[in-house]
């Protein structure tokens, strides 16, 4: 089924970079090209084309590491993008399939067509004519400077609802809510709720996290300072300074397709998240 797959792990971690080694050696005994990221060229010896993230057109990719490098990974690959198989070489993991012992057979059963395919919803975010990347987690929005409070009006399809004085304001999907958005008070989404939720950062005001439909347009309209930080999934960072300053959010054309076995939402909230389980 697959006949191309592509590496990417953290280069911070020699376990991580020799299971890329190992993994690698062993697509190639299977006949699949290899393709790994080119950070790692110079890292590990192996049979595999070294390309940059943006050109890894690849029938899948597997990533070592943690929720950073899925990210990372999500944010820069080729759109559409293809399938991602996580490697758990992180803290804890939440987006990861799999644990580092379990890797090779993972592989294995990748290849024979044994898994299926998660559809993770996207956000598209724009200053003025201008299209950021895709967020799998979300937009957050600040001013940029620690304690530094910003003042937004929050819109749903144009129209204003509320004002809010907060540190910052995300905008999570589905995914991104058991992230920075549930660190800040906001709720986790079932996997089958599909929608945009609006989570207040340390809010001088009484509000709490807001759900919208995902055809919902989300426009943010900062009132003041007269500049503003955009961050997506903590890894694009965007400053501006103009006399108007409008974000608008909306659902993206493509998602992230994450391959999964047998875990559950709600196993993996549980064990990698919250750390207790409800048995």
Known sequence: MFKTVGLVARYDKEKALQLAKELSEQLNSKGVKVFIEDTLADKIRVQAEAVPLKDMKTDFIITIGGDGTILRTCLNSPKPEPPILGVNMGVRGFLTEVEPNDAHKAVDRILKGEFKLEKCTKLSAKIDD???????????????????????????????????????????????????????????????????????????????????????????????????????????????????????????????????????FYDRLSCRLLFQGAR
């Open 130 to 264: 201008e299209t950021l990347p895709d967020a799998l987690n979300d937009v957050v929005i600040s001013a940029g400077e620690p304690s530094k409070i910003l003042y937004t009006e929050i819109c749903k399809d144009g129209k204003p609802i509320l004002k809010c004085q907060a540190d910052g304001i995300i905008v999570a999907t589905q995914t991104g809510s058991t992230g920075y958005s549930l660190s800040a008070g906001g709720p986790v989404l079932d996997k089958k709720m599909d929608a945009i939720l609006v989570t207040p950062i340390c809010a001088l005001t009484v509000f709490r996290s807001l759900v919208f439909p995902t055809d919902a347009e989300i426009t943010l309209n900062v009132i003041r300072p007269k500049q503003m930080l955009v961050m997506i999934d903590g890894n694009y960072h965007h400053m501006k300074s103009e006399r108007e300053l409008t974000v608008k959010v909306t659902k993206a054309r493509n998602c992230s397709n994450f391959i999964r076995f047998e875990n559950d």
